[in-house]
């Protein structure tokens, strides 16, 4: 693996199925990130996590929970899905541990349908 | 609230220079990005600016200005491959990017 993948590539899901989107990243970040994009919009912080162990609430959290068991993976997950969340998902990852800033690198991105 | 305006969509022609403007009101300022993201793939890194003034990169500038809560991109001898959107996003007080909508640059033969 270089980078960040993500998986799946797109998906149709049914409105009330659970899904989780899986993302992993081999570049040793501490930082990692949930990110959905729609037309028209910027890209929105879901969720977030500065370390392993840890995680936060970004700027549209309902309907999606997080975990960070290790550093290499982050999935999303969501428990009933509403076609509202129909939308283009990055993860993306940072080492926020020094520098002078924190360029984030993105994954490739799961397009995700519910129907 | 906290905000990021950029235009929409800009037409420019094939070896000509272009300008992206983007205006920010966020609570805090801890730099501000610009990436690229070419249709129906993940964004990339462009640039960075912390400091007032101009950080130059090959063909591509940007500059920033504090006090006005602005930037903007300086694209130079555009290319048909920069055909792309391109988004601007200010890190805030909580070191958290706020995003632009993008900005669609169309380059024209």
């Known amino acids: 693996i270089a980078g960040i993948t993500q998986a799946p590539t797109s998906q149709i899901l049914a409105a009330g199925r659970r899904m989780t989107l899986r993302c992993t990243q081999d570049m040793r970040h501490n930082a990692m990130y949930w990110y959905r994009q729609d037309l028209g919009l910027g890209l929105r912080l879901i969720h977030y996590s500065n370390t392993a162990g840890t995680t936060g609430k970004g700027e549209v959290p309902d309907g999606y929970s997080v975990s960070r068991a290790n550093t290499d993976d982050f999935p999303l997950t969501l428990a009933s899905a509403v076609p509202s969340q129909t939308s283009v998902y990055f993860c993306?990852?940072?080492?926020?541990?020094?520098?002078?800033?924190?360029?984030?690198?993105f994954g490739p991105g799961t397009r995700l349908t519910v129907l | 609230g906290q905000n990021i305006d950029q235009p929409t969509e800009m037409t420019a022609t094939e070896g000509a220079i272009v300008q992206i403007n983007c205006t920010y009101q966020?609570?805090?300022?801890?730099?501000l990005f610009w990436y690229q993201q070419h249709a129906g793939e993940a964004p990339t890194f462009l640039s960075y600016?912390?400091l007032d003034g101009l950080e130059e990169k090959g063909r591509f500038s940007s500059f920033l200005s504090r006090s006005k809560g602005y930037s903007y991109l300086l694209l130079k001898e555009l290319q048909m491959k920069d055909s792309a959107s391109y988004l601007c996003a200010v890190m805030d007080s909580n070191y958290q990017l706020i995003w632009g909508a993008g900005t669609k640059l169309i380059i024209k033969p």
């Open positions: 600016n912390v």
């Open positions: 966020t609570s805090g300022f801890n730099g």
């Open positions: 993306a990852s940072s080492d926020s541990r020094g520098g002078d800033y924190n360029e984030q690198f």
